[in-house]
């Protein structure tokens, strides 16, 4: 049982290159989150899905899309890369409201390392 | 979700209880307190989450008092690989999503 896959796991981009971060699961989870953590930070949400096909913003949103279109699978997507945008990133799911633990406990990625020259 | 406010920074001795408060003064009648952990850069972990009685789990315990308006982690014998950043968060069923600060930086030492 893999739980929560992120990959790549490490990417250098320059300024101005796209890409794409995929995250997936393997426990049927409904809700599934992007965050990103700065050195010495807390983790900042991003992105967020409560189910297939929908989407919603977090705190930091700016410079990031999302898509959901598989219920297993959440993409987050860099259009033009900044330096600001180097972080790491987590991708984390969870049960929702119908899981044995309520909707709190999220399983996390091990993380993706990306750094923006 | 009402905001927490954790020390920045613990230390404990290997081998005794590490206690973690956690400040939560305007959380409502709704909002579960919930604690995860990050060891090194790896993704957090959850611990543990309570409403408003005392929970124990294989990893640890949470102490709430009566007025909710805190709460502290009690990890009962820490070890080494104890050391970790742990994050308090206050936040209702069916919020959507999970807000973290900055936590605490525990160190455990030998």
């Known amino acids: 049982n893999a739980g929560v896959t992120q990959t790549p796991k490490f990417r250098v981009l320059k300024t101005g290159q796209s890409m794409t971060l995929l995250c997936a699961q393997d426990?049927?989870?409904?809700?599934m989150y992007w965050y990103r953590q700065d050195p010495g930070m807390g983790l900042r949400l991003i992105h967020y899905?409560?189910?297939?096909?929908?989407?919603a913003k977090g705190e930091v949103p700016d410079g990031y899309n999302v898509s959901r279109l598989k219920k297993q699978n959440f993409l987050l997507g860099l259009e033009s890369a900044a330096p600001s945008q180097t972080s790491v990133y987590f991708c984390?799911?969870?049960?929702?409201?119908?899981?044995?633990?309520?909707?709190?406990?999220?399983?996390f990625g091990e993380g993706s390392r990306l750094t923006v020259l | 979700d009402a905001k927490t406010t954790q020390p920045p920074s613990m230390d404990c001795a290997e081998g005794r209880a590490a206690n973690l408060p956690c400040n939560h003064s305007?959380?409502?009648?709704?909002?579960?307190v919930y604690w995860y952990r990050q060891i090194h850069s790896q993704g957090p972990q959850y611990i543990i989450h309570?409403?408003?009685n005392n929970e124990t789990n294989e990893m640890a315990s949470l102490i709430i008092t009566e007025d909710r308006k805190s709460s502290t982690l009690i990890l009962p014998h820490a070890t080494l690989r104890d050391t970790a950043v742990y994050y308090c968060?206050?936040?209702?069923?069916?919020?959507?999503?999970?807000?973290f600060g900055q936590g605490t930086r525990l160190t455990i030492n030998p």
């Open positions: 984390a799911s969870s049960y929702g409201l119908a899981g044995p633990l309520g909707d709190g406990e999220l399983f």
């Open positions: 426990m049927n989870h409904e809700y």
């Open positions: 899905s409560v189910g297939e096909g929908t989407t």
């Open positions: 305007t959380i409502s009648g709704n909002e579960y």
């Open positions: 309570g409403l408003k």
């Open positions: 968060i206050v936040r209702a069923r069916g919020a959507q999503k999970l807000v």
